[in-house]
C-alpha cells in the first residue's frame, strides 16, 4: 500500500514538472528577456532590462508594422518598432518586480514573447542578544537572537556552539525571518562551570555579518521543568496547619510558591530553600476556596525560574462562626388580643459563616425573668409567630455550621412606628444611577439626642397573585442623615422604603416611595366595576402590573365625555394609593351615557389610556339641583304676580291663547245662583220700575248688560293689542261676516229688562233681546237703540258669559280710564282652526228658549 502512494505521488510530480516546463517553452518560445546586471540587486541599484525576437517567431510577412512592448507590473514603460528593445530601469521597491515583454502586429492584439524577476533587497545586519536555553536537565540546547531589519531576499542563518572538549556544533535555517534555531544537543551537569561559546551568522546574495560570541554555563541556560503531583493536606481537619507538597527535579534549589482565594486577585507569595516537595501554611481561611502554584530554580544566583506548575484548587475545613446577624423585623397586629411578629436576617459573610450554614436558631424570650417560651430551628432567614399582644419580649437569633454556634442576636420587639415625636422629617428618595437611591431626612426634631440608630428598609411591591418580596435593611449611625441603598435595586421598579429612627424603647418612622430609574407606565389602570350609590358613581380599577409601572406611580387621571361627543373630555387627577378603593365622580348627570377611562402618570409622565368603560346614571338627578331653582322661580313668579298690572297682562294673555273649542257649557238659568238671589233680593226690595229707571243703577246693584256674541268680538283696543292683522268690519272672519255692531261693544248699563223697549217703543223682554250698545252710550240713557232678535232666537253657548264672571267692569267705571286698565270681559284668540269644529246639536226635546226666564236687574254684579 505504501508502495502504492508513493508512486502515486511520484507520478503527480512528473506531471506537474512537465506542465511547468512546457509553459515555459511555450511562454518563450518567441523570444528572450535578459536582466543586467543580475535578478537580485540592492536596494537604489538601475537595472538594464532588454527583449529580443528569436528568428522566424515575428509577425507575418503581409504585416507590414511589428512593434515590442514591456510592461513592470503591468504598467507600460517602453514601446518599440524591431526585433528588439532594451530599458534601463532604477528606483525599484523592495521585494520582487515583475517584467513582461509582448508583440504587437498590425491589429490590436498583443502576443506576449517572455518574462523576467528582479529581487530588490538589502545584506543583513549582524545578530543581536542571542541567549539559549535548555529545559531540563535532559532537554536540548535551542538559541533565539534579533535579526535586525528584514532584508527581503532568502537569507541563511547559521547557529554554532563551541565547547570544552573541542565541541563544536552548528545548524542553519533558511527562511526570510528565521531567529531561533534548535541545536538538538543536551548539556550535561558533569561540568556544570564549563564555558560554552555560541555565534550566529547572516548571509544572502548582497553580503553577509555574524554575531558577536556569546558565552554561558551549564547552571546559566538550564531552566528546571515545572512542578509537578501538587497536593495539600490539612493536620486535624484545621485550618491551624496546613501542609503543602509536590515534586521537583534532583538539581533544584529554591522554590517559590504563590496561593490566593479563588475570588481574589492578588497572590501571597512565598520564597523557600532546600524545601525538598514540601511548605507549611497557616494563614489560611476556613471554608475558603484556594489556588496554589509552584515554581522552581538550580541555582541561587544563576539560570531562571521555571514556569509555573498547574493550578491546584482545594477549600479549607470549616470552623465555628464567627460575628452575629443582623436581624430585623416587623410587628402587626391581627386582631384585639394577637399580633405577628415577622423576623428577618441576614446571611452571614464567609469569613464569619467559616462553613456551611445548617440552621438557625431563634428563641423568643420574656423580658421579665428572660426565660425561653418559644424556640424554633429553620433553614430560612426568616420566621413568622402569632404571640398575644399582651406579651412583651425578646428575640435571639443564632447561626449554626458542623462545628458550632454563632453567639446569638438579641433584639427587643417594640412598636417601631409608635413614637410619633421620633419620625424622621422630610424624608425624600432620589435616583442615584440605575443601581441606586439616595435616601435623606431630616432628625426628629428636639428627639434627635435620644436616637441611637436609623434603619431604612425598602422593599419591592407584591404582583398581582405572588408572594410578597423579602425584606431588605441597612443600619446607619444617629449622626447621619442619608443612606445610599444599592442591595437588591432594579431599574423601573417602585420601592416602599421607611426609615426608623431608634432609641431604647421605642422608634417612630417616615414612609416614601422611589425608584432608581422611571419612564411612562405602559399601560392604564383597568376599570373593573361601576356602583350607583345618591346620585354619583364609585369607580374600581385593577392596579397596573408592577413590571408595567415603569417606576413610582404619582397620580392617576379618571377621564370622562359623553358618547358620541367630539368636545374635549374632562378629568379628575387623584394622588396614588397603594390599596385603591372605589372612587365616587358626582360630576355625570342622570339619563346621560358617558364613556370613562383612566390613565396613570410618573414623574416621566403620562401612559396610555386604560379600558374603556360606559355608564349611565339611573337615578333621579340631584334634589338640590332641582329644588333650589324651583324656589327662585316660585319666589320671582309671586314677586311679579303681586303687582295689579303684571297680573292683568298675563291674565289677558292667557285668555288670548285659551282655544277656541274651550268654553262653558250653557248655564241652566232656571237652577242657577243668580236666579236664585234674585227672588231673594226682590222680596226684600221692592222698588218701583220707574224709580229704578230714574235713578238708574246703583254701584251696589249694577245694571245688567246686554249680551251678545261674542266668540271672535273685542274691542278694536284688544283687538288691536292682541291681534294686529285682525279683519276690519264687513270682512270674513272664520266663515261670516261681522258688523259693526258686531266688533264692539260696551261695558256701560242698560235699563232693567222690563223698561227695555225697542226703536219701535214696543217693550221688550231681556232674554228676547240680545244685542250691543252703542259706543255713544251712558250710564242713564234708556233710548240708546238696541238689535231685537226673533223670540226663538237661542243662541249657543258661545255668545253667553258664564254664571261666575265677576270680572266684569262696574257700572260706575268711568267712560275716560284708560284702555289698558280696562278688564277683558270676554277675549278668545284661539291658535286653533274651527273651521272643523260645529255646533253641538240636539236631536230630542223642544229648544229651550229665554221667554220662558224671568231675571231680575240686579243679578249681574261685580
Known amino acids: 500500500m505504501a508502495h502504492m502512494v508513493r508512486a502515486c505521488c511520484l507520478a503527480l510530480i512528473f506531471v506537474l514538472m512537465s506542465l511547468l516546463v512546457k509553459a515555459k517553452i511555450d511562454v518563450c518560445k518567441r523570444g528572450d528577456v535578459t536582466v543586467k546586471p543580475s535578478h537580485i540587486i540592492s536596494l537604489g541599484a538601475a537595472v538594464n532590462i532588454s527583449c529580443s525576437l528569436k528568428p522566424k517567431q515575428g509577425c507575418p510577412r503581409h504585416c507590414s508594422c511589428k512593434r515590442l512592448i514591456l510592461y513592470e507590473f503591468g504598467r507600460r514603460i517602453q514601446l518599440q518598432d524591431g526585433h528588439s528593445l532594451s530599458s534601463q530601469v532604477s528606483g525599484l521597491p523592495l521585494g520582487t518586480t515583475l517584467f513582461v515583454c509582448k508583440l504587437t502586429c498590425s491589429s490590436n492584439e498583443e502576443i506576449q514573447i517572455c518574462g523576467a524577476e528582479v529581487s530588490v533587497g538589502v545584506a543583513p545586519e549582524q545578530p543581536q542578544n542571542i541567549s539559549c536555553t535548555q529545559k531540563g536537565e535532559r532537554g536540548t540546547v535551542a538559541c533565539t537572537w534579533d535579526r535586525g531589519r528584514d532584508t527581503h531576499l532568502y ?19 533558511i527562511d526570510y525571518y528565521c531567529n531561533r534555531s534548535d541545536l538538538g544537543i543536551n548539556l550535561t551537569p558533569q561540568s556544570p562551570e564549563s564555558n560554552y561559546t555560541v555565534t550566529v551568522t547572516a548571509k544572502n546574495s548582497l553580503g553577509s555579518a555574524s554575531s558577536f560570541p556569546s558565552t554561558f554555563t551549564f547552571f546559566d541556560i538550564v531552566r528546571p521543568l515545572p512542578p509537578w503531583d501538587i497536593r495539600i493536606k490539612f493536620v486535624n481537619a484545621s485550618v491551624s496547619r496546613c501542609i503543602l507538597q509536590w515534586r521537583d527535579e534532583g538539581m533544584v534549589l529554591l522554590n517559590r510558591l504563590r496561593y490566593r482565594p479563588s475570588d481574589s486577585g492578588s497572590w501571597n507569595m512565598v520564597n523557600t530553600t532546600n524545601a525538598k516537595g514540601r511548605h507549611d501554611l497557616s494563614d489560611l481561611k476556613p471554608f475558603t476556596e484556594y489556588e496554589f502554584q509552584v515554581s522552581s530554580k538550580l541555582h541561587l544566583y544563576k539560570g531562571s525560574w521555571s514556569d509555573w506548575s498547574e493550578l491546584l484548587r482545594t477549600q479549607t475545613p470549616e470552623e465555628e462562626p464567627t460575628g452575629t446577624l443582623d436581624v430585623w423585623y416587623t410587628k402587626q397586629n391581627i386582631d384585639y388580643s394577637r399580633q405577628q411578629i415577622s423576623l428577618f436576617w441576614k446571611n452571614l459573610s464567609a469569613s464569619e459563616a467559616r462553613g456551611k450554614i445548617l440552621h438557625y436558631q431563634v428563641t423568643f424570650l420574656e423580658v421579665e425573668g428572660e426565660k425561653a417560651i418559644l424556640q424554633n430551628i429553620t433553614e430560612h432567614t426568616s420566621w413568622i409567630w402569632v404571640i398575644p399582644r399582651t406579651k412583651n419580649g425578646a428575640v435571639a437569633v443564632s447561626a449554626a455550621n458542623s462545628k458550632g454556634s454563632s453567639l446569638p442576636t438579641c433584639i427587643n420587639i417594640m412598636d417601631l412606628c409608635g413614637a410619633g415625636f421620633l419620625a424622621p422629617g422630610q424624608v425624600s428618595a432620589n435616583s442615584e444611577g440605575e443601581d441606586n437611591i439616595l435616601v435623606t431626612w431630616e432628625p426628629p426634631g428636639k428627639a434627635a439626642s435620644a436616637v441611637q ?5 425598602w422593599r419591592e411591591p407584591r404582583p398581582r397573585g405572588g408572594l410578597r418580596p423579602p425584606l431588605n435593611w441597612l443600619r446607619t449611625r444617629p449622626y447621619n442623615v442619608s443612606a445610599l441603598i444599592s442591595e437588591n435595586i432594579k431599574p423601573y421598579i417602585c420601592y416602599e422604603i421607611r426609615v426608623h429612627a431608634l432609641s431604647r424603647d421605642q422608634g417612630g418612622c417616615s414612609s416614601i416611595r422611589g425608584n432608581s430609574k422611571h419612564e411612562a407606565p405602559r399601560s392604564g389602570p383597568h376599570i373593573n366595576a361601576f356602583t350607583e350609590e345618591k346620585g354619583s358613581v364609585l369607580i374600581s380599577w385593577d392596579e397596573i402590573p408592577v413590571q408595567k409601572q415603569r417606576g413610582c406611580i404619582l397620580h392617576y387621571r379618571i377621564y370622562w365625555k359623553e358618547r358620541d361627543s367630539n368636545s374635549q373630555p374632562q378629568f379628575y387627577e387623584i394622588p396614588y394609593r397603594v390599596s385603591p378603593s372605589p372612587l365616587a365622580v358626582d360630576s355625570l348627570q342622570p339619563r346621560v351615557r358617558y364613556v370613562l377611562w383612566m390613565t396613570a402618570l410618573t414623574a416621566a409622565g403620562e401612559g396610555p389610556r386604560g379600558n374603556e368603560r ?23 313668579l309671586v314677586g311679579l304676580f303681586s303687582v295689579r298690572y303684571f297680573r292683568q297682562k298675563v291674565l289677558l294673555l292667557l285668555s288670548a291663547l285659551r282655544p277656541q273649542w274651550y268654553s262653558r257649557q250653557i248655564p241652566d238659568p232656571a237652577n242657577s245662583t243668580w236666579a236664585k238671589n234674585f227672588l231673594i233680593v226682590e222680596e226684600k226690595t221692592q222698588l218701583p220700575l220707574d224709580r229704578l229707571l230714574a235713578e238708574g243703577p246703583t254701584p251696589e246693584e249694577p245694571e245688567p248688560l246686554l249680551i251678545s256674541e261674542v266668540l271672535h268680538q273685542m274691542t278694536p283696543v284688544f283687538r288691536h293689542l292682541l291681534h294686529p292683522n285682525w279683519p276690519e268690519k264687513g270682512k270674513r272672519v272664520q266663515g261670516r261676516y261681522t258688523s259693526e255692531e258686531d266688533t264692539e261693544y260696551s261695558a256701560s248699563s242698560s235699563p232693567p229688562p222690563k223698561a227695555l223697549t225697542a226703536e219701535t217703543g214696543q217693550p221688550v223682554d231681556l232674554y228676547k233681546v240680545l244685542g250691543s250698545r252703542g259706543p255713544d252710550s251712558q250710564p242713564g240713557n234708556p233710548a240708546s237703540p238696541v238689535i231685537v232678535l226673533p223670540v226663538d232666537y237661542l243662541p249657543t253657548h258661545e255668545g253667553y258669559l258664564p254664571s261666575n264672571m265677576d270680572y266684569l267692569p262696574s257700572q260706575e267705571a268711568p267712560v ?43 243679578s249681574l254684579m261685580l
Open 453 to 457: 440608630e436609623y434603619v431604612v428598609e
Open 155 to 173: 537569507t541563511a542563518y547559521t547557529l554554532q556552539l563551541n565547547g570544552p572538549k573541542n565541541l563544536a556544533w552548528h545548524k542553519q535555517c
Open 614 to 636: 360606559e355608564f349611565c346614571l339611573q337615578g333621579k338627578a340631584n334634589w338640590r339641583a332641582f329644588v333650589v331653582p324651583s324656589i327662585c322661580v316660585a319666589i320671582l
Open 816 to 858: 275716560t280710564e284708560p284702555l289698558e286698565e280696562l278688564e277683558p270681559l270676554h277675549v278668545s284668540l284661539s291658535v286653533f282652526s274651527t273651521s272643523c269644529l260645529h255646533p253641538r246639536t240636539f236631536s230630542c226635546g223642544e229648544k229651550l228658549t229665554l221667554d220662558r226666564l224671568k231675571m231680575g236687574c240686579g
